[in-house]
């Protein structure tokens, strides 16, 4: 009774399937009928609801199939559908429409196709799924509007552009386009991934990026060499590649092949991209897929050649050929008594020998019969029973093959479960353990030796499985693995996964571990270091390689208007100019006068600007303060003649270390543009800065607007005082009040501890003589020599200004023409005016030659007192920055020097005057002029006739002078220098002779300071 009703329902739900699959039928064809009538139906979609779409798709193979009339022969569903079963031209002619209709469709070029709101599920015309968004189809080239995260993640990802700069890209279309430069960038991004025009607009779209028509010619005209490799229809596409869903992509026939763990890290390594962490979501168990077929209780073993030790048994058939005086071939099958009974032989026992023994036996006695030869094989073999237990999918007693071998009785028993052991599968014989076999070794280095080969009663029993350890990440291998025992090396261990691959990272492999049954525990192994091989696995650890960063060390990266942009190794002591040599040059109508190197400092990766000079840097190959020297991860960007025109700039002033124009990049604040400066300087007054800012308000008016901004908190990321800046802003940094480095000065000579003094404002020499402990013994305080920086750049002008003026008057007295035909009158030497004569030029110029280079001395003349006197008196000056004071030791002598016929240092002597020290020296010879005769005393003050005679004693008695004597009688001081000077003849008396003096008497000057420190320090 219940047979007949189950049988009833059979028949019933059957006739309901057929009855189903005739309306589905009908409902296709009359929806293929529209398609082929023209666009009457909203472009061939009329009719066609979107639930009923997805209804199909869910119906799998019968469902597709049906939509051809026709159905597939392997579908298991096949008898049940009524429809003749499809041939390999149906399939191939659908399969050539279906690829004939994605790229018109995708590209929204079919007829009629005007985006009806109903065609949101399966497309009958591309034969892909999931076609949503009609309007996508005609603006956006079948990609879709709109991705998930996922989705958008993968493709950004792919394409190597990372969330942040895929925010920034967008923020600069808002705010009023992108720059070549970032067009160029996209165009590497795009082309770098092979994408072909076609994808370029829907990719675009669909991460959210609205491009000009002009721009989107500009990828596509970048990105179409991309796509001469071959069509569509045989290449891969791009879009799938990178993760994309088939509405967002054209999708090729392999496009469901997952990649490989090596395509996914060769295809991520142009991302920068942290790469995941290992994880453990799709691990398995290693091995069990060998044995994994259906059960069977008979596992043949044909077509295998027979060797000379198989041991012959019951069930065994021979075959007997006989040539010769009798022709026969006879079958022997060995009975249950192990013999053979061979005609006009006899029986012969044959069980238990072996094949060859058994050849040799028969044919020597089949040699017996005269005439006949003979030649023995096998025919049919015989089979036996063997026991396969344990944990495998179906235990039990199988008959099999006398040639399988174990591996061949575990496949007939459905391979083994997942808790079963591939490492310790035991063969047992006459209760006896004959093998333990590693199923490893054959399936890690193909090694057989451990296949036994099974004898009738045998016991193949597999345990339950032993220790296990995981291990995921970058091995090329990663799965669970079966220890051979608990305690193997963690290196051994990871050569079972195949090792680690070239992108993991060896110098921290962690091992998680539960310790004790308690707690899991983390340990972190370093493969370089010799410890590593002594670390144990037990059981339950997982294993974790984690990949190396992507971060790529020892590179620098240029971009933009050079001959080949990219990357490019560093090394130490790298330039500027290296880096674009490498290059291969800078590309024609390239802006030199500017160029961005953005580096990252510190630990935490700050990035930092640093503006160049590029037409500079490539002059100074050696190295220079613009061929500025690289660092590791620089991004050097060289800007074109065309983008620096429409470049928006700002500009520093003021207390900043390189002020000057700069150029304005999206987002950037005033730290940005103090950092592009060089920082601000030491004497930077950091409370407040003024921003002047210059806008045109409506397009009608300009306005000027002024902002206080305070550095400090600027520089430390307080966005409040840190304001964003728009083109043209001017940013002043003042010097605070009262700004210096510590003023210096240096006492040398007779004090008890000479060296540089710190001096403070208005310290004055008798301060600082008693810091450096007070004067020595024998220190001479009149001869003090202080030299002040301020007045020897005084003295030094107006000696510049001395000898420009001497020039002067040679080349006039050399282009007088008087003088010429003067000189040329070489007969008559009397003629000749003494003030233009060739002996007065001659000496002129030597006065130059002598004076060339002489450098003024900077000494301010004062007139020391002792130490308990001269902070009363007026030259205790006060010292100023960089003053040099030096005390002499006493000098012994006077100096005279110049025109006389023994210039040299006289002994002092008490009393003498200057004509007594003249005398001792020979007095003046033939070439001085003794009106100008001078005295420079030690102090540094000079004495001259003319200055005796204006001095106030002369003024007040006017005899003194010749009752005195002058300067002849003047009695001189230890340390004091006689000069005589040359006598010259001079054109313009009132003129030449003071600049000539002036020059004379600073070389004499020189000349007295050098006699007085040579001598006595």
């Known amino acids: 009774m219940s047979s007949n009703i189950r049988q009833a329902v059979a028949t019933t739900l059957k006739a309901l399937v057929l009855l189903l699959a005739v309306v589905l039928f009908c409902s296709t064809a009359r929806a293929q009928m529209n398609d082929s009538g023209g666009g009457a139906l909203g472009g061939g979609a009329g009719g066609y609801d979107s639930s009923g779409a997805d209804s199909d798709s869910q119906n799998g193979a019968v469902g597709n199939t049906m939509r051809r009339g026709c159905v597939d022969p392997s579908d298991p569903n096949a008898d049940e559908s009524g429809l003749p079963p499809c041939t390999n031209s149906d399939n191939s002619d659908d399969s050539d429409q279906s690829s004939q209709g994605n790229p018109s469709t995708l590209s929204g070029g079919v007829s009629g196709m005007t985006g009806s709101p109903r065609m949101s599920g399966s497309s009958t015309m591309s034969g892909s799924s999931a076609m949503s968004g009609a309007q996508g189809l005609g603006g956006a080239q079948g990609f879709a509007n709109t991705m998930n995260k996922q ?7 792919q394409l190597g552009i990372s969330p942040d700069e895929l925010g920034s890209l967008k923020g600069e279309m808002a705010s009023g386009g992108l720059s070549p430069d970032d067009m160029q960038e996209l165009c590497l991004h795009f082309a770098a991934k092979q994408l072909s025009a076609n994808d370029v607009t829907g990719i675009a779209k669909s991460l959210g990026l609205t491009f000009t028509d002009q721009q989107l010619a500009q ?16 290449t891969t596409s791009p879009g799938q590649q ?28 142009d991302s920068a991209i942290a790469p995941a962490a290992p994880s453990t979501r799709n691990l ?19 077509n295998v050649p027979v060797s000379d030790d198989y041991v012959i048994g019951p069930g065994d058939q021979l075959k007997m050929l006989m040539w010769g005086r009798i022709n026969n071939t006879i079958n022997l099958t060995v009975g249950r008594d192990g013999a053979v009974s061979i005609p006009e032989i006899g029986p012969l026992q044959v069980a238990g020998l072996n094949f060859a023994q058994t050849k040799k036996l028969i044919e020597d006695h089949a040699g017996q019969i005269t005439g006949v030869k003979v030649d023995v094989t096998m025919g049919k073999l015989k089979t036996i029973q063997v026991y396969v237990v344990g944990e495998v999918s179906q235990p039990g007693a199988y008959t099999v093959s006398a040639l399988s071998h174990v591996s061949n009785a575990l496949g007939a028993a459905g391979g083994i479960t997942k808790i079963g052991s591939l490492r310790k599968v035991e063969l047992r014989r006459g209760n006896q353990l004959v093998r333990v076999i590693d199923l490893y070794s054959l399936l890690l280095a193909g090694n057989e030796q451990g296949d036994e080969q099974l004898q009738p009663g045998d016991v193949i029993f597999v345990p339950v499985i032993g220790p296990v350890v ?9 799965a669970i693995y079966e220890l051979g025992r608990s305690g193997e090396p963690l290196d051994s261990v990871i050569k079972l996964g195949g090792g680690i691959s070239a992108f993991g990272y060896s110098q921290r492999v962690q091992v ?11 340990l972190d192994v370093d493969l370089n270091q010799i410890r590593s091989q002594r670390f144990d696995i037990r059981d339950g650890d997982l294993i974790k390689i984690y990949p190396v960063l992507p971060t790529q060390q020892d590179i620098v990266t240029v971009r933009g208007s050079v001959n080949r942009p ?21 590309a024609p109508h390239t802006f030199f006068k500017y160029a961005l190197i953005r580096r990252k400092e510190g630990k935490a990766k700050t990035v930092r600007l640093v503006p160049v000079d590029l037409g500079e840097a490539m002059s100074d190959i050696v190295g220079g303060p613009q061929n500025i020297s690289l660092e590791q991860e620089d991004e050097l960007t060289v800007f074109s003649e065309s983008q620096m025109k429409y470049l928006p700039t700002v500009q520093a002033f003021g207390e900043v270390r390189n002020p000057g124009y700069y150029v304005m990049s999206q987002g950037m604040h005033v730290s940005d543009l103090i950092y592009l400066a060089g920082g601000l300087k030491d004497d930077a007054y950091q409370k407040n800065a003024e921003i002047a800012r210059t806008q045109v308000i409506n397009g009608s008016h300009t306005s000027h607007t002024f902002m206080d901004v305070d550095l400090r908190a600027a520089l430390s990321g307080n966005d409040e005082h840190n304001p964003e800046l728009v083109a043209n802003d001017q940013l002043f940094v003042r010097r605070a009040s009262d700004w210096h480095l510590p003023w210096v000065v240096m006492v040398k000579g007779m004090v008890q501890r000479p060296g540089p003094y710190t001096i403070h404002d208005g310290e004055r020499m008798a301060s600082v003589l008693e810091r450096s402990g007070g004067l020595l013994p024998d220190a001479y305080l009149p001869a003090t020599v202080l030299i002040r920086q301020s007045i020897k750049e005084l003295q030094q002008k107006r000696l510049d200004e001395a000898r420009a003026r001497l020039q002067q008057s040679i080349v006039r007295i050399q282009m007088n023409p008087g003088t010429m035909n003067q000189l040329a009158a070489t007969q008559n030497p009397q003629s000749q005016n003494p003030a233009t004569s060739p002996q007065t030029l001659a000496a002129l110029q030597q006065v130059l030659t002598e004076t060339e280079g002489q450098q003024a001395q900077g000494r301010l003349v004062i007139h020391m007192h002792p130490l308990n006197e001269l902070a009363n008196s007026p030259d205790n000056v006060v010292l100023v920055d960089q003053d040099q004071v030096t005390i002499p030791r006493r000098p012994d002598a006077v100096n005279v020097l110049g025109q006389v016929y023994s210039p040299n240092a006289i002994v002092f002597r008490p009393g003498l005057t200057t004509r007594d020290y003249l005398n001792q020296a020979g007095g003046p010879n033939e070439g001085a002029d003794p009106d100008h005769i001078m005295v420079i005393k030690a102090d540094g003050s000079v004495m001259t006739d003319e200055g005796i005679k204006s001095s106030k004693e002369s003024t007040m008695f006017p005899l003194l002078p010749v009752i005195s004597g002058g300067l002849m009688s003047a009695r001189l001081d230890p340390g004091d220098t006689v000069y005589v000077p040359e006598k010259l003849i001079y054109e313009n008396k009132m003129q030449e002779t003071a600049t000539i003096t002036q020059i004379i008497a600073n070389a004499a000057s020189s000349l007295a300071v050098i006699g007085i420190l040579g001598a006595s320090l």
Request: proline residues 5%; charged residues 15%.
């Open 512 to 522: 998680e571990r539960v310790d004790a049954h308690q707690k899991r525990i983390a």
């Open 219 to 234: 990828l596509r005209s970048c990105t179409g060499l991309a796509g001469q490799g071959g069509s569509d229809e045989t």
């Open 151 to 157: 989705s958008m993640a993968a493709v950004i990802q």
């Open 566 to 586: 990219g990357k490019f190794e560093w090394h130490q002591g790298m330039r500027v100019a290296d880096l674009v040599q490498l290059a291969e040059g800078p």
């Open 470 to 478: 995981g291990m995921v990440g970058d091995v090329k291998r990663p």
């Open 284 to 302: 398995q168990q290693f091995g069990y897929s060998l044995f994994a077929s259906r059960v069977s209780t008979f596992a043949p073993v044909a």
């Open 242 to 269: 990178m993760g994309m869903t088939p509405q967002q992509s054209m999708s090729p026939a392999n496009s469901n092949q997952p990649a490989s763990s090596v395509e996914s890290q060769f295809r991520a390594l």
